[in-house]
């Protein structure tokens, strides 16, 4: 029998390495358990520990009670999109937008496929490290041929390379506050980027996942907020709300044939966010007070995890790390940590394999494009002070030895 051959944009989609060391941990921890009595650290998925606030629960349950489990409407439910206009306008500072800019998605995710698919067998370019559902899943389904633009080593831009990379595509992929670095760029970055963009013709896509997740004092500023029709902001409620297994998004342009198109993929592809959860997630925006008491607090304790992680790592002879400004990940570089004679899959994996055999789970830089593979990335987002403090004095007992 003939091996049926299927869609080759398909067929080059692969499962996110972060998903697959999540599930190396799972397995691995019994057996490392019964071997040294000891529980696997893990520092390498963005989930988060809070529970999703209780108003936000209750208003899940008052939709469905009240019968909102009905298909819901084309490209979203009024209420939620009237919510998410109140939001760009006291949030990301972005005004003159309506229903018709605005489309609910299933999380993130899916408004990042569906934007990406716009463009299919397009030119692109994004900075480096790069999310890598972007590198293993959109890119290939859309068939994007894309060039990965590494930042400086401070995490910041290189304008002179942007410029030219500028040139010679479609759409440009904008991530901030960062995964995997926590890069919160700002506002001058943001804006010479746009610039960048409207001046070549090039189309934005801008990634707002953690937008709410930033330390200090320090403000994400969105591009959506600038006078320039050709950008699209992706966001999602996962991060800032606790609720990543909603599964709730949306994006929003100011061009609106972007949007209509975009709509007509997303009632192609799932028919629309299911309506009791578009309640759910309207009342989170819309409840200010709520909102802003629950994001401080959750805000304000991943600010004392970075603060012991960071500290604990810059106590270690050997790594270097960035203090992160956003989002809840760092990012530090074992250069000096790793044998120079090591090169290729070998030398990526090698610091990832150390960690692993002591029961620390984190994902090494390679996932994230083919910049800045001696860095790994820890997430702080599930890890309370005393897993930090157990995975710190791991860490310190590994490199003293090796």
Same mark, same amino acid.
Request: glycine share 8%.
């Given at each position: 029998?003939?091996?049926?051959?299927?869609?080759?944009?398909?067929?080059?989609?692969?499962?996110?390495?972060?998903?697959?060391?999540?599930?190396?941990?799972?397995?691995?921890?019994?057996?490392?358990?019964?071997?040294?009595?000891?529980?696997?650290?893990?520092?390498?998925?963005?989930?988060?520990?809070?529970?999703?606030?209780?108003?936000?629960?209750?208003?899940?349950?008052?939709?469905?009670?009240?019968?909102? !489990?009905?298909?819901?409407?084309? +490209?979203? $439910?009024?209420? @939620? #999109?009237?919510?998410?206009? %109140? &939001?760009?306008?006291? =949030?990301?500072?972005?005004?003159?937008?309506?229903?018709?800019?605005?489309?609910? !998605?299933?999380?993130?995710?899916? +408004?990042? $496929?569906?934007? @990406? #698919?716009?463009?299919?067998? %397009? &030119?692109?370019?994004? =900075?480096?490290?790069?999310?890598?559902?972007?590198?293993?899943?959109?890119?290939?389904?859309?068939?994007?041929?894309?060039?990965?633009?590494?930042?400086?080593?401070?995490?910041?831009?290189?304008?002179?390379?942007?410029?030219?990379?500028?040139?010679?595509?479609?759409?440009?992929?904008?991530?901030?506050?960062?995964?995997?670095?926590?890069?919160?760029?700002?506002?001058?970055?943001?804006?010479?980027?746009?610039?960048?963009?409207?001046?070549?013709?090039?189309?934005?896509?801008?990634?707002?996942?953690?937008?709410?997740?930033?330390?200090?004092?320090?403000?994400?500023?969105?591009?959506?907020?600038?006078?320039?029709?050709?950008?699209?902001?992706?966001?999602?409620?996962?991060?800032?709300?606790?609720?990543?297994?909603?599964?709730?998004?949306?994006?929003?342009?100011?061009?609106?044939?972007?949007?209509?198109?975009?709509?007509?993929?997303?009632?192609?592809?799932?028919?629309?966010?299911?309506?009791?959860?578009?309640?759910?997630?309207?009342?989170?925006?819309?409840?200010?007070?709520?909102?802003?008491?629950?994001?401080?607090?959750?805000?304000?304790?991943?600010?004392?995890?970075?603060?012991?992680?960071?500290?604990?790592?810059?106590?270690?002879?050997?790594?270097?790390?960035?203090?992160?400004?956003?989002?809840?990940?760092?990012?530090?570089?074992?250069?000096?940590?790793?044998?120079?004679?090591?090169?290729?899959?070998?030398?990526?994996?090698?610091?990832?394999?150390?960690?692993?055999?002591?029961?620390?789970?984190?994902?090494?830089?390679?996932?994230?494009?083919?910049?800045?593979?001696?860095?790994?990335?820890?997430?702080?987002?599930?890890?309370?002070?005393?897993?930090?403090?157990?995975?710190?004095?791991?860490?310190?007992?590994?490199?003293?030895?090796?």
């Amino acid at each position: 029998m003939t091996e049926a051959k299927f869609d080759k944009n398909v067929e080059n989609i692969r499962m996110s390495p972060i998903v697959s060391i999540s599930e190396e941990a799972r397995k691995k921890g019994p057996e490392y358990f019964e071997k040294t009595g000891k529980k696997i650290l893990l520092f390498q998925r963005g989930e988060i520990d809070f529970p999703t606030p209780e108003y936000i629960r209750n208003a899940a349950k008052k939709a469905m009670d009240e019968g909102k !489990t009905k298909y819901p409407k084309s +490209g979203g $439910e009024d209420v @939620f #999109k009237e919510a998410v206009i %109140k &939001k760009l306008e006291y =949030f990301n500072k972005a005004t003159g937008l309506g229903k018709d800019n605005i489309v609910a !998605t299933y999380g993130g995710q899916e +408004g990042l $496929e569906l934007t @990406f #698919k716009l463009f299919q067998g %397009k &030119k692109a370019g994004g =900075f480096a490290p790069c999310w890598s559902c972007v590198l293993e899943n959109f890119i290939p389904y859309a068939d994007t041929n894309f060039s990965e633009l590494p930042l400086n080593e401070d995490f910041s831009i290189d304008f002179d390379a942007l410029k030219k990379l500028v040139k010679d595509i479609s759409f440009l992929y904008l991530n901030t506050p960062q995964n995997p670095t926590g890069k919160l760029f700002t506002r001058d970055e943001v804006t010479e980027v746009v610039k960048l963009c409207r001046q070549n013709g090039v189309y934005l896509i801008s990634d707002e996942a953690y937008e709410a997740i930033t330390f200090e004092g320090k403000e994400h500023f969105s591009p959506i907020s600038l006078d320039f029709d050709n950008i699209i902001s992706v966001f999602t409620m996962s991060k800032t709300y606790a609720m990543t297994g909603w599964r709730v998004g949306y994006l929003a342009s100011r061009n609106k044939r972007l949007i209509e198109l975009i709509k007509m993929g997303n009632y192609t592809q799932t028919a629309g966010v299911a309506t009791f959860m578009q309640y759910a997630a309207a009342e989170a925006l819309a409840n200010k007070e709520e909102s802003d008491k629950h994001i401080r607090f959750m805000v304000g304790d991943f600010q004392k995890r970075r603060d012991q992680l960071l500290e604990g790592f810059r106590s270690i002879p050997g790594v270097k790390v960035e203090k992160p400004d956003g989002a809840f990940y760092l990012f530090p570089n074992f250069t000096e940590l790793i044998p120079k004679n090591l090169k290729g899959a070998e030398r990526n994996s090698y610091i990832y394999n150390l960690l692993m055999q002591n029961g620390i789970a984190a994902v090494h830089g390679s996932c994230f494009g083919h910049f800045f593979t001696d860095n790994m990335r820890f997430s702080f987002s599930t890890t309370p002070p005393e897993v930090i403090t157990e995975g710190i004095e791991r860490m310190r007992a590994i490199f003293a030895q090796d």
